[in-house]
């Protein structure tokens, strides 16, 4: 992947076009998107954008580059990552929106070289960083009261994406 001018930046835009392609209400949650149209392609051009989107695809290699090492720091980092998420009004249903852009976005990116053997690793590595962020946003989602759940929603546009199936498909 490395291989590829800024493949930092060119991964970082699929994940997300493929994110909104999947739910295209979850554009919505980025402020900086909000000025778009859904799905417009200026949007991927916003320097914004492109900055969120390339520290997206640093910070999963930063993980992968992690796995081997302190485990438990990167459990603190993930449950940390997943506790800010809650306050941008990130579901658990949207970590399988997530988890199902990165494998089409890795697919892309990887070609020929996203075997089966390497899907399922990435799947595995997914479920690792989704599984620990979702940990971290239920210990903060457990100390708010409803009112505050409502509010929550309704700031971020009542976002509920039915179940997608399990992590493999």
């Not at 954008?49 to 910070?59: D, E, K, S």
Request: aromatic fraction near 10%; charge should be negative.
């Amino acid at each position: 992947v490395k291989a590829v001018d800024n493949f930092e930046e060119y991964a970082g835009l699929l994940l997300f076009r493929s994110i909104f392609s999947i739910d295209p209400k979850t554009q919505a949650m980025f402020r900086f998107a909000r000025k778009y149209e859904t799905g417009a392609e200026e949007l991927f051009s916003d320097p914004i954008m492109v900055r969120h989107a390339t520290n997206v695809i640093r910070g999963v290699n930063k993980v992968v580059t992690m796995l081997s090492k302190d485990t438990e720091v990167l459990v603190k980092l993930l449950k940390g990552l997943g506790e800010r998420h809650v306050n941008y009004g990130v579901r658990e249903e949207h970590y399988q929106v997530v988890g199902q852009a990165l494998v089409e976005t890795l697919a892309i990116v990887l070609g020929d070289t996203f075997t089966e053997e390497v899907k399922d690793a990435w799947i595995d590595i997914y479920d690792l960083i989704s599984t620990t962020m979702i940990e971290g946003a239920s210990s903060v989602k457990g100390l708010r009261t409803i009112e505050y759940e409502c509010q929550e929603k309704a700031r971020c546009g009542g976002f509920g994406i039915p179940w997608r199936g399990s992590r493999k498909n």
